[in-house]
């Protein structure tokens, strides 16, 4: 259904005829089908991510500015590029 030049012999015409004909024979709720775990999963996955995202942006706004907001370190997690000279990020 992705494709530029579908086949003319394809089942399906785009994906709301799709959906429509897998709720009209399969039930309402087939499409949801899954979307308990995936959810289950997803949750923990995000928090921890942004959880270490906003713990990062806040320890390298104290070392770019300390007492403030650094645009800078909102844009930057990880480490220093320069190993023989370290910037004032590394030291």
Not at 50 to 59: I, V
């Amino acid at each position: 259904m992705q494709s530029l030049q579908p086949d003319p012999q394809a089942q399906y015409r785009g994906v709301f005829q799709a959906l429509r004909k897998m709720v009209r024979t399969e039930g309402f709720w087939r499409p949801l089908r899954g979307i308990d775990v995936t959810m289950l999963g997803a949750g923990p996955a995000h928090a921890l991510y942004f959880a270490c995202y906003e713990k990062m942006k806040k320890s390298l706004s104290d070392i770019f500015q300390p007492g403030g907001n650094s645009h800078l370190a909102n844009g930057i997690v990880g480490g220093c590029p320069k190993k023989e000279k370290p910037h004032l990020c590394c030291q």
